[in-house]
């Protein structure tokens, strides 16, 4: 089945505690990306990928950072998470020709205290 | 700041009806248009895509684009309660790789 996964679903922790998302599709898909989603705020761009080993950031990459070592992975790391990182984030995968045509895993729903 | 507006509704229409989502966007560059629809606590699913003026038709949906006045439409007819939803309008410029989301419509239909 084609499918977007991320893990895990949900995160609490604590401000500065290293944390990893990890994002993984199956489609052979070169696009990747991430977002959060904030109530008024709608769901903004964080990092996205063209393809392995490039990134570029997104209209909010402040306090993330992201890699592309493989096609098909692309974890969104928090080195020192707070507060206002409190979000629901989703990754999203698409064939670089359709890059909009967009696939989106479940989300993660993180709570930074 | 490249900016994609919609109004966040919620906006309420009638089973059976009509219902008429709109979008405007800043960077007349712009290029691909889409609207995704997300259910509360889902994520976003892609209903329509569309890259050049006028009307492109899927089913019950119908995507507008006038690229001369920068808006983008969704109309959806027979509107069912399952079509309560949030909507979303997302714009790409052919020269960025970013994609910009409106903050969304919320949409309900009334049975």
């Known amino acids: 089945e084609a499918q977007v996964t991320q893990n895990p679903r949900y995160l609490i922790t604590v401000t500065g505690k290293k944390l990893t998302v990890t994002c993984s599709q199956n489609?052979?898909?070169?696009?990747m990306s991430w977002y959060r989603q904030d109530p008024g705020l709608g769901l903004r761009q964080i990092y996205y990928?063209?393809?392995?080993?490039?990134?570029d950031k997104g209209d909010v990459p402040e306090g993330y950072k992201v890699s592309r070592k493989e096609k098909r992975n692309f974890p969104l790391i928090l080195e020192s998470p707070s507060p206002n990182q409190t979000s629901l984030y989703f990754c999203?995968?698409?064939?670089?020709?359709?890059?909009?045509?967009?696939?989106f895993g479940a989300g993660t729903r993180l709570s930074v205290l | 700041q490249k900016e994609v507006e919609q109004n966040s509704g919620p906006l309420s229409v009638p089973e059976g009806a009509i219902a008429s989502l709109n979008c405007t966007y800043s960077d007349r560059g712009s290029q691909s248009f889409f609207w995704y629809r997300q259910y509360s606590g889902k994520s976003p699913e892609l209903i329509m895509s569309?890259?050049?003026?006028g009307d492109k038709e899927d089913g019950r949906f119908t995507a507008q684009l006038n690229k001369a006045s920068q808006y983008v439409s969704l109309l959806i007819r027979d509107s069912q309660p399952s079509d309560s939803a949030t909507y979303l309008c997302a714009v790409n410029a052919a020269a960025d790789d970013k994609i910009i989301f409106g903050k969304g419509t919320r949409l309900h239909i009334l049975p």
């Open positions: 569309i890259y050049s003026n």
């Open positions: 990928s063209m393809n392995v080993e490039v990134t």
């Open positions: 489609m052979n898909h070169e696009y």
């Open positions: 999203a995968s698409s064939p670089t020709m359709a890059k909009n045509i967009q696939y």
